[in-house]
């Protein structure tokens, strides 16, 4: 239990996907002078240093945020991550990675909300001392599933949600729909971003029939493939090089803007030149 530690794979081609994503969905919500609520279910340890042991080891951020970073025709929606990867790196050398909670940090205006939950105590603990003093920032070491319980619907009665699961044991797809289904019930307006490996296809197809059948609606899916396979095709490798999130209630034009951002994306980090992406709605509205 909890075997998983993100150090390993911080900066990795299924993060900037992710972030890149995460940063368009906060920008959004930061464009409506309201006050909005973010969870991150999964928060993680909130920046990675990527000269620690863990990270060197297999090195997959070479794959990844190294590809991308100084690159200067990344398209204008990639500015906001790539602005957050330079504020965590001003020497313009790629050493600290920032996960979901720094990134979001840089999103939050002075009346906004953000909440992390972590299990593991360790990084719960590091991720506290990162976020110590921080009055916009409430840290707790307890399970994402139950926090949808506890923080939603949030008094703000906008916001987002982050599901970033490690997808480290049996039936997490099936646990993540049924929590998706609790949670939309108890808050049916807010944005839920839920990622997912796309290892094996079959798995999704089944998550993506669980999904569709909670009767939720306006379900936007994004993925992105660094090889060559088409995304849509059954990947049977069990090694990661795909990976997707869903996004519910998403906001407007994230599927016309996602696109041409996935593309470069893909083309930036596909290992053989030929990066594949989705973007459809698997319910729309
Ligand atoms: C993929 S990592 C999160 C990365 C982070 N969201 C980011 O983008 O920077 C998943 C994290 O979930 C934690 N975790 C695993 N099961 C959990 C659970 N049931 N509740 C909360 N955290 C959990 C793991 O310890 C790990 O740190």
Same mark, same amino acid.
Request: net charge neutral; proline share 10%; hydrophobic share 30%.
């Given at each position: 239990m909890l075997a998983y530690r993100h150090l390993f794979h911080a900066g990795n081609f299924a993060d900037v996907f992710k972030h890149a994503l995460l940063v368009r969905l906060l920008a959004a919500l930061g464009q409506k002078a309201k006050p909005f609520f973010y969870l !991150?279910?999964?928060? #993680? $340890? #909130?920046?990675?240093? $990527? &000269?620690h042991a863990w990270a060197q080891k297999a090195r997959e951020f070479d794959h990844g945020i190294a590809r991308v970073? /100084?690159?200067? *025709? &990344? =398209? =204008?929606?990639l500015a906001g991550y790539l602005a957050a990867m330079r504020a965590e790196n001003p020497d313009g050398r790629l050493r600290y990675y920032p996960g979901s909670p720094c990134i979001a940090r840089h999103l939050l205006r002075p009346g906004d909300r953000m909440a992390l939950t972590e299990l593991n105590k360790s990084d719960c603990a590091e991720l506290a001392a990162r976020f110590a #003093? *921080?009055?916009q920032v409430q840290v707790r070491r307890m399970d994402g599933y139950e926090a949808l319980g506890t923080f /939603? =619907? =949030?008094?703000?009665?906008r916001g987002l949600v982050l $599901? !970033?699961?490690?997808? *480290?044991?049996?039936?997490e797809f099936a646990r993540i729909a049924a929590a998706i289904a609790g949670a939309h019930r108890r808050w049916a307006t807010g944005t839920y971003a839920v990622w997912y490996p796309a290892i094996e296809r079959p798995a999704i197809r089944r998550f993506e029939r669980e999904i569709a059948d909670t009767g939720i609606r306006k379900v936007l899916q994004l993925e992105l493939c660094v090889v060559a396979e088409t995304a849509t095709r059954a990947l049977q490798t069990g090694v990661m090089l795909g990976c997707g999130m869903l996004v519910i209630n998403p906001p407007w034009r994230l599927d016309e803007e996602a696109a041409p951002l996935l593309d470069w994306l893909a083309q930036a980090m596909a290992r053989d030149g030929k990066g594949a992406r989705v973007v459809r709605w698997l319910v729309p509205e």
């Open positions: !991150d279910t999964h928060a #993680g $340890l #909130g920046r990675y240093d $990527l &000269a970073w /100084l690159r200067r *025709d &990344a =398209p =204008p929606a #003093g *921080d009055r /939603l =619907p =949030p008094k703000e009665r $599901l !970033d699961s490690s997808f *480290d044991r049996a039936g």
